[in-house]
């Protein structure tokens, strides 16, 4: 069994702060953390960051300059810092991970439940 608990989320003004964190527990033998997506009423969700195999940092157009997504293996803890946040920032984010077979293909991939981020004046 594998968890993933994101924390951080809360109400900022635009302009402000927020560093989110997501925690794997569990049965992470072979996880790896991947990245986080964000997602608002009516609209499907999106990929904001993420750490492809190769260790490059993919960001969405819409963040890129803002955020900066980071991962401590050793903790088994991915974060995502968001800076200068904006009012359509707003969103559940939800981060993910894989777990990969011995070849290294994807065998399933975990989701949080989600930190929501309100960025309102």
């Known amino acids: 069994q594998v968890q993933l608990v994101e924390s951080g989320g809360g109400l900022v003004q635009p302009g402000g702060s927020l560093r989110l964190s997501c925690a794997a527990s569990?049965?992470?033998?072979?996880?790896?953390?991947i990245g986080w997506y964000r997602q608002v009423p009516g609209k499907e969700r999106e990929l904001v960051a993420r750490i492809t195999t190769s260790g490059r940092l993919d960001y969405a157009e819409s963040v890129k300059g803002r955020f900066t997504i980071s991962r401590d293996s050793a903790k088994n803890t991915l974060y995502l810092q968001m800076n200068s946040l904006k009012p359509e920032d707003t969103a559940v984010y939800y981060c993910n991970a894989h777990l990969l077979t011995s070849k290294g293909s994807v065998d399933r991939v975990y989701w949080g439940k989600g930190t929501l981020v309100t960025v309102s004046s």
């Open positions: 569990g049965s992470i033998f072979g996880i790896t953390l």
